[in-house]
């Protein structure tokens, strides 16, 4: 029991520690996945060409998904995307503020403006671009 009286003091300073150890930890990680994932394909599409010369077959080109980041790459979103995040932003803002008004006061929930700010940018956005690819979409 004496022990554990002793170790309370250092508990405060054992959660930041334990925090930046598992960020690094887990950032690691995922670099060290990655690499062996891109390591292993490319590996494999090596032996896949080596034995294609073997054969006397023709070497098919080399993908360029290889050497990009592949699924990490840019993609566009679509109009479902932008109804979607500016729902969630919009309803996540209105929930804050809500929660806000009703424990602390009505000057505070005014901070949940933001995120309901987020929400209806994406909103109007997802509108202007429906009407813009109908109007583009509709023959003449």
Same mark, same amino acid.
């Given at each position: 029991?004496?022990? %554990?009286?002793? !170790?309370?003091?250092?508990?405060? &300073? $054992?959660?930041? *520690?334990?925090?930046?150890? $598992?960020?690094?930890? %887990?950032?690691?990680?995922? !670099?060290?996945?990655?690499?062996?994932?891109?390591?292993? *394909? &490319?590996?494999?599409?090596?032996?896949?060409?080596? /034995?294609? %010369?073997?054969?006397? $077959?023709?070497?098919?080109? /080399?993908?360029?998904? *290889? &050497?990009?980041?592949?699924?990490?790459?840019?993609?566009? /979103?679509?109009?479902?995307?932008?109804?979607?995040?500016?729902?969630i932003w919009l309803l996540v803002g209105l929930g804050i503020g809500i929660a $806000?008004? /009703?424990?602390?006061? %009505?000057?505070?929930?005014?901070?949940?403006? *933001?995120?309901?700010? &987020?929400?209806?940018?994406? !909103?109007?956005?997802?509108?202007?671009?429906?009407?813009?690819?109908?109007?583009?979409?509709?023959?003449?």
């Amino acid at each position: 029991m004496n022990d %554990i009286a002793e !170790l309370k003091h250092i508990m405060p &300073f $054992m959660i930041p *520690i334990v925090a930046i150890v $598992m960020g690094v930890g %887990i950032g690691m990680l995922a !670099l060290w996945i990655d690499y062996r994932k891109k390591r292993d *394909i &490319f590996e494999l599409h090596h032996k896949e060409r080596m /034995l294609a %010369i073997e054969r006397g $077959m023709e070497v098919p080109p /080399l993908p360029d998904a *290889i &050497f990009g980041n592949g699924a990490r790459e840019a993609r566009t /979103l679509g109009t479902a995307d932008y109804l979607r995040r500016g729902l969630i932003w919009l309803l996540v803002g209105l929930g804050i503020g809500i929660a $806000m008004a /009703l424990n602390s006061s %009505i000057e505070s929930a005014t901070w949940a403006l *933001i995120p309901v700010g &987020f929400g209806l940018a994406n !909103l109007i956005f997802y509108g202007i671009e429906t009407r813009r690819a109908a109007s583009t979409s509709a023959p003449r």
